[in-house]
């Protein structure tokens, strides 16, 4: 049986790369996930590395997991998309190009119109909160307006949550993002802040790396006269 890959299994495999607690109660407290399901996705994971032994104890799958070093980008070849990457993927596409087809939407993603409608239902519930509508541009097609303040602090959320959420996202995704970034940088960036959590002894954990990058990657361009300090910055900031 086909086994849909998702963000969850991805996400799985690189918390026990992160951490030294490879528990399955510690990965069903971080991620706020049933313990069942997080074995489920364990011998899922599993079964892309022996699809014949399904007997072992989840202790030992993990340590195999573990050992090996393609698990990951094979999971991230087989990924799909789930409603929660179609919902930020639509978002993210209305917030930069203020329009969308959704014909187009539906045969990139391979999913029905009827599916896409359903996911519009809350694209237009996340946007409310800041404000932002979604309207019916024409039989195909929708837009966003509100304010220009809005539309952009709804952009430079999404943007941020890409950031964080960026090396679990299907590839889909983060190709039509890459281009914004210089790849370059982006590998530099990852080796200064390994460096950085080493010497401070912070966890390995992904949110940690992802924040750090957040911060370089919007204070780190700037001139010292224009860099904000942590006690001149709201509450919101």
């Known amino acids: 049986m086909k086994i849909n890959i998702n963000t969850t299994h991805?996400?799985?495999?690189?918390?026990?790369?992160y951490t030294t607690y490879k528990t399955t109660d510690f990965i069903a407290e971080f991620l706020k996930m049933n313990k069942q399901n997080v074995n489920l996705y364990i011998?899922?994971?599993?079964?892309?590395?022996?699809?014949?032994?399904?007997?072992?104890?989840?202790?030992?799958?993990?340590d195999s997991i573990n050992k090996d070093k393609n698990i990951l980008s094979l999971l991230k070849k087989e990924q799909c998309f789930t409603k929660e990457n179609r919902?930020?993927?639509?978002?993210?596409?209305?917030?930069?190009?203020?329009?969308?087809?959704?014909?187009?939407?539906?045969?990139?993603?391979?999913?029905?119109r009827r599916v896409i409608g359903c996911d519009l239902i809350l694209v237009k519930e996340a946007l409310a909160i800041y404000n932002v509508e979604v309207n019916s541009s024409n039989a195909k097609g929708i837009s966003v307006s509100g304010s220009e303040k809005n539309l952009k602090l709804a952009s430079l959320s999404y943007l941020y949550k890409l950031f964080v959420e960026?090396?679990?996202?299907?590839?889909?995704?983060?190709?039509?993002y890459l281009e914004f970034f210089d790849n370059k940088f982006h590998q530099k960036l990852n080796?200064?802040?390994?460096?950085?959590?080493?010497?401070?002894?912070?966890?390995?954990?992904?949110?940690?790396?992802?924040?750090?990058?957040?911060?370089f990657i919007i204070y780190g361009n700037l001139a010292d006269s224009e860099k904000p300090t942590i006690d001149s910055l709201s509450f919101e900031e």
């Open 87 to 112: 919902v930020l993927y639509l978002i993210l596409i209305l917030l930069r190009d203020r329009y969308a087809n959704l014909n187009n939407l539906a045969n990139l993603l391979q999913i029905s």
């Open 166 to 176: 960026f090396d679990d996202l299907p590839s889909l995704i983060t190709k039509d």
């Open 191 to 215: 080796t200064d802040i390994d460096t950085f959590i080493i010497e401070y002894s912070f966890d390995h954990f992904s949110q940690n790396k992802d924040l750090l990058k957040a911060f």
């Open 43 to 62: 011998k899922q994971i599993y079964s892309f590395i022996n699809s014949e032994d399904s007997k072992l104890s989840i202790q030992s799958m993990i």
């Open 10 to 17: 991805i996400r799985i495999c690189k918390l026990l790369g």
